[in-house]
């Protein structure tokens, strides 16, 4: 099945599925082969209409099932130096170079490819496969497609969700949100500069404060599964002021806090808020009280944390042919199914150090592996 795998894929990575494009004429592609094999598929789409998720059952829709799930849009390649087009499957020996190769269309394709044999069973328990945009800038599309699941009365036994994991199956990931920190000041002439207030200067010091928090998250708790086995804080883009002889105005930045499971990500928040707004405001505001600084949501979603003594794990296990299990730093869309009440874990082919990087690839072992973790998930639900 592995040869049928890998025209899929090629096919699936020639659509430029960037975040920042539509996914409709993938989805359109998906569609019309599901639809070729006489199935019937649904969508929900994003508020703008360019985008969709699509959800496609397999089997009999009211019994307990298993979803296959993964994302259809990928990270951008620009500035990256690729040796290849990277939305042409280059196959050089045993590797298969594309954007999405690894992340995550490889599992896409693998999925698609056993969808002939799942008609042939036939199945007693539905697989269900639940594709979904916009992962990379956050998980907006997957809360969409859960809802549509809980409408149509769907209610999966399990959920794996594919992201790159070279077959390992991961039971826990992080927690992450994700903030913009906006600050305003009072410009003057950098001369009269005890007069303004220095919009840099106040964003500096909740930098610097955020840095502290991460100092103490570096601490513990900690737990020795997890390739970061900490909680972190991290700022990552900074930008403010017009001019070295002007107070600046305007500053902002953007951070993220990535949480262990008993770690509370809204109190570490609500830590950087109070130190805003008790700390920085009042002396802000003693030269100008239209100043301040303000915490925006940009993204999040919540860890994952399933038990290894549960059922879903002993199967995923039982599936992907190992015994071991792990826990990631990455978040991903199992935690929004955790959040929902299904039962998940991660486990899918590549590996994630290939991921997000120029020449990405996937090898066709891993493939294989995972061809064959669905072919049993086939029997399992067929049994």
């Known amino acids: 099945m592995t040869e049928r795998t890998i025209a899929i894929l090629e096919k699936l990575v020639s659509f430029d599925t960037t975040s920042r494009n539509s996914n409709l004429a993938l989805i359109d592609w998906v569609e019309g082969e ?6 019937s598929s649904v969508r929900t789409y994003d508020d703008a209409g360019v985008k969709a998720n699509l959800l496609t059952t397999i089997g009999p ?23 290849s087009d990277p939305f042409r ?30 008609l042939e069973r036939p199945l007693a328990r539905p697989i269900h496969l639940a594709f979904s945009y916009d992962e990379e800038v956050g998980c907006l599309g997957v ?26 199956v991961v039971v826990a990931h992080k ?12 410009s003057v002439h950098s001369a009269l500069a005890p007069q303004g207030v220095n919009a840099v ?6 930098v610097v404060h955020l840095q502290e928090i991460g100092r103490r998250l ?12 900490v909680s972190t804080a991290h700022t990552g883009v900074i930008a403010g002021g017009t001019a070295l002889n002007i107070v600046p105005e305007h500053c902002e930045f953007l951070f993220e806090f990535r949480t262990l499971p008993d770690v509370d990500v809204d109190a570490l928040v609500a830590e950087m808020q109070a130190y805003a707004r008790d700390v920085l405001e009042p002396e802000m505001r003693a030269v100008d009280p239209a100043t301040g600084i303000r915490l925006e949501w940009l993204s999040g979603f919540p860890g994952l944390d399933t038990t290894p003594e549960a059922e879903v794990v002993g199967l995923a296990k039982r599936l992907a042919g190992r015994n071991d299990h792990g826990k990631v730093a990455y978040g991903t869309e199992a935690g929004l199914f955790f959040a929902a009440g299904v039962p998940t874990v991660v486990v899918g082919p590549g590996s ?32």
């Not at 809980?150 to 390992?168: D, K, R, Y």
């Not at 737990?223 to 970061?228: S, Y």
């Not at 090898?363 to 669905?374: P, Q």
Request: proline share 6%; with cysteine; charged share 20%.
């Open 34 to 39: 599901l639809a070729a094999q006489g199935l």
């Open 61 to 83: 829709a009211d019994a307990p099932g298993y979803v296959l799930s993964g994302h259809t849009d990928v990270v951008p390649v620009d500035g990256q130096a690729w040796t």
């Open 218 to 229: 570096a601490a513990g708790p900690s737990d020795a599964l997890f390739d970061v086995p």
């Open 143 to 168: 809360p969409r497609l859960i809802a549509r699941m809980g409408e149509a009365g769907l209610a999966p036994a399990a959920c794996f969700v594919g992201e790159p994991t070279s077959m390992q």
């Open 201 to 206: 200067d106040y964003a500096a010091r909740l």
């Open 352 to 383: 994630i150090e290939q991921a997000h990087k120029p020449d990405e690839y996937i090898a066709v072992g891993e493939l294989a592996r995972c061809d064959v973790f669905v072919d049993r998930l086939i029997d399992h639900c067929a049994a």
């Open 89 to 118: 499957l280059t196959r050089r020996g045993d590797r298969l170079y594309g954007r999405g190769a690894c992340d995550m269309k490889g599992f896409l394709a693998s999925c698609l490819a056993g969808v002939p044999r799942m």
């Open 175 to 186: 927690t992450k949100v994700s903030y913009r920190a906006v600050v305003t000041g009072k």
